[in-house]
């Protein structure tokens, strides 16, 4: 049986240039960035820890074992699996012409458009999921549970409240009676496909954090400030941490904005971790 790790401990990548040159990358439990000027790899480091993390999932790849130069190790050091989630930034055009063709959708057209449709189904599947849990809670007869079943839609709220303050200025806010994720804007229903790419990628992220219930995961994001203006970059990592605790943060960027909301301490650059 699997044993689902807290946090993963390090990512090692052999001969990740030419020269032998490798990076050992020793991780906090909570909050990691990488840094670097453009071209010194970091979007190369974090896409092959993903990779790793593809083949893990797929039981092809054990922790600490190197498979394609890739080591990662997982803590507690027993642990076999990891639940990851990985966020894509870029707003481009959705090429692949058989994803298209199979979607009912004709709204979704960008890459954080296929995010959203897909984050769509698993909003409706995690309401479904709480409200079981809160008749369960409920129907017990115990008036702890009773109480706890107050706790259990608390995530929700936050995040609905989240992105209505990150909307105020606009005018727009969730639309609370929909059963899948709208927007009222001056009294008109918006779908998410129509909001600007900055506000979809918040979206994206804060809803991709809820659905881990507050579990421990690993969330890693590849430049996630690249569409957000320069306040929503500030707040992003405590926005992150406030719904869920419990995440591993793993991101590389080269804006100083995400750090200056206290993260200064927990920035690590390419050349730090790089080794012939």
């Known amino acids: 049986m699997d044993k689902i790790a807290d946090y993963i401990s390090s990512i090692e990548i052999k001969a990740l240039w030419k020269g032998g040159r490798h990076i050992k990358w020793e991780l906090r439990p909570d909050v990691n960035i990488l840094s670097g000027i453009n071209g010194v790899g970091k979007s190369t480091i974090i896409n092959r820890a993903v990779h790793g993390l593809n083949l893990m999932d797929s039981g092809e790849l054990h922790p600490g074992e190197i498979a394609e130069g890739i080591t990662i190790e997982l803590s507690p050091a027993d642990a076999t699996t990891i639940r990851y989630d990985v966020i894509r930034s870029f707003d481009r055009p959705l090429l692949r012409s058989d994803l298209l063709e199979k979607l009912a959708d004709s709204r979704v057209k960008t890459e954080l458009d296929w995010q959203i449709y897909k984050l769509q189904k698993r909003y409706l599947d995690y309401q479904v999921n709480i409200g079981n849990r809160i008749i369960e809670l409920l129907t017990s007869g115990d008036p702890q549970d009773a109480l706890q079943a107050a706790e259990v839609s608390r995530p929700k709220a936050l995040f609905q409240d989240t992105m209505d303050q990150l909307l105020a200025d606009t005018h727009k806010a969730i639309d609370r009676r929909s059963n899948e994720i709208q927007f009222e804007q001056n009294g008109e229903l918006l779908t998410p496909y129509q909001l600007s790419s900055g506000e979809k990628q918040m979206l994206v992220i804060l809803m991709t954090v809820l659905f881990e219930c507050g579990e421990p995961y690993a969330l890693l994001m590849d430049e996630p400030e690249i569409s957000l203006h320069i306040e929503w970059q500030q707040q992003l990592i405590t926005l992150i941490r406030r719904l869920n ?16 909301d206290g993260w200064t301490d927990v920035v690590t650059e390419v050349e730090e971790i790089t080794n012939e």
Not at 245 to 260: D, E, F, G, R
């Open 245 to 260: 605790p419990n995440a591993q943060i793993i991101l590389s960027t080269h804006s100083p904005a995400l750090i200056m």
